[in-house]
């Protein structure tokens, strides 16, 4: 994977299950919600952000090293595989 | 029931733990103080019996076969506690009772009574396979046992599983062997459960902090995130996945300039 890429949020993992930035952007734009893609890219990452800084606390990470795992779980795509996975399972009732 | 009102009383005397209390015990308990094994298991022992009562609302369940399960389960789980891995006691705790008290439970349903008929039938598909197997020297199938006791294949099917005997895991695992040094089935069967519950803390954990980030999202995040994952069911539905009304406001400024 490209690391400039992968630094910049735009990694796309296969295994996510869901839509491409340029695909929700649409969809938000035909529901009446004008947005970029890198708008949508922001909102996720800033989703993405605290839904680690949660898991960070959960795993008790030091309070002066939160910020910086965040950053690099969010870019991380096995950290966003790791959340679709256990979302769909939630979804389904198994947690 | 007049011993376990002692029991009871006696489980009131001992006061909860705090957390540090609890991890101070369990780093004695790993160096084989007594003791403190001892004291975590009174402390917790009201914990045992409440999930015992839980459970001993269903019919046919005997309270105090109950108490004594959970009391075991307690027990393992103060004996496997490991506290460097941050879970509270009786988080932990709770998933051993809870393991316990099911399987004495699952234990007593297999020894359901079948009404007598359905027993006359299990024993005339034991008798029909052995007189098949003497006849033609192969075992018969499920649908030929039904065929010739004139029954359904799937009706026979379940009977048959239901009422397959159950092996105690404290018998010896060798015919031959002397009973009382002989390792017994629990000794040589591999066990799971301490990595699957394990495993399941973890998981469950980690959906804990992914709901309280969850709940920290603003609508329009969640939104996104949801038809990223490929959660969301229908992008359509603005009344589940609204926008704020701050974002709302800034996109009909937007449109108003437009």
Redesign the interface.
């Known amino acids: 994977m490209n690391s400039e890429t992968f630094q910049h949020g735009y990694a796309t993992s296969a295994n996510l299950g869901g839509a491409g930035y340029v695909e929700i952007a649409n969809r938000l734009a035909a529901d009446g919600d004008p947005i970029s893609m890198s708008s949508v890219r922001n909102f996720y990452l800033s989703g993405l952000r605290k839904i680690a800084h949660e898991v960070c606390l959960t795993q008790g990470v030091d309070k002066r090293e939160i910020c910086e795992t965040v950053d690099k779980m969010v870019f991380d795509p096995r950290f966003q595989e790791s959340i679709s996975s256990t979302l769909n399972s939630m979804s389904m009732g198994d947690l | 029931m007049s011993d376990m009102n002692s029991l009871f009383r006696e489980v009131g005397r001992f006061p909860l733990l705090t957390r540090e209390e609890e991890v101070s015990l369990a780093q004695k308990i790993e160096n084989g103080d007594k003791d403190s094994r001892d004291r975590m298991i009174q402390s917790n022992m009201r914990l045992a019996i409440s999930i015992a009562r839980k459970y001993s609302r269903t019919p046919g369940v005997d309270f105090d076969d109950l108490v004594q399960e959970s009391t075991i389960g307690l027990i393992r789980a103060v004996d496997r506690f490991d506290w460097r891995r ?1 879970f509270k006691f009786s988080t932990y705790a709770t998933w051993w009772i809870k393991q316990a008290v099911r399987q004495i439970m699952n234990m007593q349903a297999s020894s359901i009574r079948f009404p007598a008929g359905v027993n006359a039938l299990i024993w005339r598909a034991r008798r029909a396979s052995i007189e098949f197997s003497q006849e033609f020297g192969v075992q018969p199938t499920l649908a030929e046992i039904a065929d010739i006791l004139k029954v359904d294949v799937k009706s026979l099917n379940v009977l048959m599983q239901t009422s397959r005997y159950t092996m105690s895991l404290d018998s010896p695992a060798m015919n031959n062997s002397d009973e009382d040094s002989s390792p017994t089935l629990a000794d040589v069967i591999p066990g799971t459960s301490d990595v699957e519950i394990n495993e399941m803390m973890d ?12 709940s ?3 609508d ?13 069911e229908d ?2 539905d ?1 009344i589940n996945y609204p ?1 704020t009304h701050d974002e709302l406001s800034a ?1 009909q400024a937007k449109k108003e300039k437009v």
């Open positions: 941050g998981r469950e954990r980690f959906a804990s902090a992914i709901r309280r980030g969850f920290k999202l603003t329009r995040e969640e939104k996104i995130i949801r038809l990223r994952f490929g959660l969301s992008p359509n603005h926008i996109l």
